[in-house]
């Protein structure tokens, strides 16, 4: 039986893809084989490795370490978020547990083959998302896993979405649903605390401003954003915009540099360099460009952006940091359709 495995990696970003493998940490450890992989042997280990940490700390990396090492098998699902722009990527463990010593850091791996890189969130259910906030470093995902071995196992990447709405769940309260088993036990804590809330704000702007939102609502979103930013904004003709949909300046007459041009992709796909290339053309003296997308960018667009000046590539997460930043500044009309209020919530303990 093939398991699903979630894995959070916050210390290293394409490192995880261009290696094909996935790691944690715990590098004051060796080789957890020549420890021995049983949950006794782990805590012994961790505890004269780490005196300083709490005792529940303790058990809950000794889970992480055994399901890494131990649990983990060959042909298993990997679900990997990827904070940078808070897409997910899909792999296939095809080898055991090994120690690289050479590594200057996360030494404890394991070799994945990636087979689907940078799906939107907005393509899964919440509760899936739920389940895969987990606190936890590396946890089983038991739930919800029909949906990711649907993603995984369509080759077409423009069928994935359909691919997962079949197999999801009714929807159901989340109370309960982020692990179970061991891993429910080490993530009691996790309910409501900081991440989650703010992990779950997130997907819930993504997901509105996907769904709820037309092309044209897109672009005439992201100008009166940037007017919460302080800019002058419009969104230009929608028929004969040239490639760029929303024109901005700080002169409030428009007249003297710099002039951004923006184009919007209301879209959570990938933008390749071609897309990029095409506002490039439309660059004038004194002006710069922005794209802005609720989807990633690929390798050659993000070139792109690394060796010209005055372009920048706003991805989806991009766009959602600026939302919360600037939230009470922008229109009621957007306000409205994009309800948020703020509060107080659990702080996230050490991370296990």
């Known amino acids: 039986m093939t398991n699903t495995w979630g894995v959070h990696n916050d210390t290293f970003t394409t490192e995880l893809i261009d290696g094909g493998f996935i790691s944690v940490g715990w590098d004051r450890l060796g080789d957890l084989r020549e420890i021995g992989l049983t949950r006794d042997s782990l805590k012994h280990a961790l505890?004269?490795?780490?005196?300083?940490?709490?005792?529940?700390?303790?058990?809950?990396?000794?889970?992480?370490?055994?399901?890494?090492?131990?649990?983990?098998?060959v042909g298993d699902l990997i679900v990997a978020p990827y904070r940078p722009n808070g897409t997910i990527n899909l792999g296939v463990v095809t080898g055991p547990y090994y120690f690289d010593g050479n590594a200057p850091t996360h030494r404890h791996r394991r070799r994945v083959r990636w087979e689907k890189l940078g799906i939107s969130r907005t393509v899964f259910t919440q509760?899936?998302?739920?389940?895969?906030?987990?606190?936890?470093?590396?946890?089983?995902?038991?739930?919800?896993?029909?949906e990711f071995q649907a993603a995984v196992s369509v080759k077409d990447e423009t069928q994935v979405e359909r691919a997962v709405s079949e197999v999801a769940r009714p929807a159901v309260s989340d109370v309960g649903a982020a692990s179970s088993g061991a891993d429910a036990v080490e993530d009691a804590d996790a309910e409501g605390r900081?991440?989650?809330?703010?992990?779950?704000?997130?997907?819930?702007?993504?997901?509105?401003?996907?769904?709820?939102?037309?092309?044209?609502?897109?672009?005439?979103?992201?100008?009166?954003?940037?007017?919460?930013?302080?800019?002058?904004?419009?969104?230009?003709?929608?028929?004969?915009d040239g490639g760029v949909d929303v024109v901005a300046h700080r002169d409030p007459l428009g007249v003297e540099p710099p002039v951004l041009k923006i184009q919007c992709k209301h879209m959570t796909g990938t933008i390749g360099a071609p897309e990029v290339q095409q506002l490039i053309g439309t660059q004038g003296t004194g002006e710069l460009c922005v794209f802005v997308t609720l989807g990633g960018y690929s390798r050659d667009a993000l070139s792109i952006e690394r060796?010209?000046?005055?372009?920048?590539?706003?991805?989806?997460?991009?766009?959602i940091d600026l939302v919360l930043r600037h939230y009470d500044r922008l229109d009621q009309r957007w306000r409205s359709r994009i309800p948020l209020r703020p509060v107080l919530v659990v702080d996230d303990e050490p991370d296990i």
């Open 47 to 73: 505890s004269d490795a780490y005196p300083e940490d709490k005792p529940q700390a303790i058990a809950g990396r000794a889970g992480v370490l055994l399901r890494f090492a131990a649990e983990m098998t």
């Open 127 to 146: 509760s899936a998302l739920h389940e895969i906030g987990s606190l936890l470093a590396v946890f089983g995902i038991r739930r919800n896993d029909g």
């Open 194 to 240: 900081a991440s989650q809330v703010e992990r779950q704000t997130r997907d819930f702007v993504l997901k509105t401003l996907k769904n709820e939102l037309t092309h044209r609502e897109f672009e005439e979103f992201t100008a009166s954003l940037l007017q919460a930013m302080g800019y002058e904004a419009r969104a230009t003709d929608y028929s004969h």
């Open 307 to 319: 060796q010209r000046q005055g372009l920048r590539l706003l991805h989806g997460e991009d766009l």
